[in-house]
């Protein structure tokens, strides 16, 4: 059964600490990992994976995908309290329906 | 606004009621994803149509659940007889066919049962 794990479940760190979120996945036929930040309303989009080693980067956040390990990180550096979500990590299965990890709660203390 | 937007986004009802939710998807997107999320939980996937034509839809789905999508463009997700266990966050995604790993997400519609 195709499955998406997420760690750690939850995180506290403080404000400008470096974080490193971790998904690892097994999924039939896999094409593309999915990263979303989740705050109390809908995920939002933050990357799309489909390549080992190329990281992809928005301003402090990085996320880069292993698929010989079949793992990916998702890196916040200088972290801020805006930065406090869930953070969800989701890859397609048949049919493209998300397959979704449990998420990693960060709280980002000031 | 172009993103996907859900209506309402809040709904209390008493147990036994229907309901019924309203996506409307990026208008160029032709795959539209309904799903369900719980408190602690990744979102669970319900249904999803490729234009009009609903093309799979979850095991986990009772008969009371059903959703359509008419015209291709908005889609309406009908709950009835709705239990207090259906009180979740239930979330609208859209893509592109050409695309359609990345979906992007509606605001949700918060259903709580009383």
């Known amino acids: 059964e195709d499955k998406v794990v997420q760690s750690p479940l939850s995180l506290v760190v403080h404000e400008g600490d470096t974080v490193t979120l971790n998904c690892s996945y097994e999924v039939t036929n896999f094409r593309s990992l999915l990263w979303y930040k989740q705050e109390k309303k809908a995920p939002t989009f933050l990357f799309m994976l489909?390549?080992s080693g190329i990281e992809k980067k928005s301003g402090r956040l990085s996320s880069i995908l292993d698929k010989k390990e079949l793992f990916s990180i998702l890196n916040i550096t200088a972290t801020q309290t805006g930065d406090s979500a869930v953070y969800l990590c989701a890859a397609p299965g048949n049919n493209r329906k998300l397959i979704w990890g449990l998420g990693t709660s960060l709280a980002v203390n000031p | 606004d172009t993103g996907v937007s859900q209506d309402p986004r809040h709904k209390i009802t008493k147990r036994g009621q229907n309901v019924t939710f309203r996506c409307d998807p990026i208008?160029?997107?032709?795959?539209l994803y309904w799903y369900r999320q719980t408190l602690g939980q990744g979102p669970e996937f319900l249904t999803y149509f490729q234009n009009e034509a609903q093309l799979e839809k979850s095991r986990l789905l009772s008969d009371r659940f059903s959703a359509e999508r008419p015209k291709g463009s908005f889609s309406t997700l009908e709950i009835q007889r709705t239990e207090q266990g259906d009180s979740a966050m239930y979330l609208c995604?859209?893509?592109?066919?050409?695309?359609?790993?990345?979906?992007?997400f509606g605001p949700g519609t918060r259903l709580l049962v009383l």
């Open positions: 995604a859209s893509s592109l066919l050409t695309d359609q790993e990345t979906q992007y």
């Open positions: 489909t390549s």
């Open positions: 208008s160029e997107h032709n795959r």
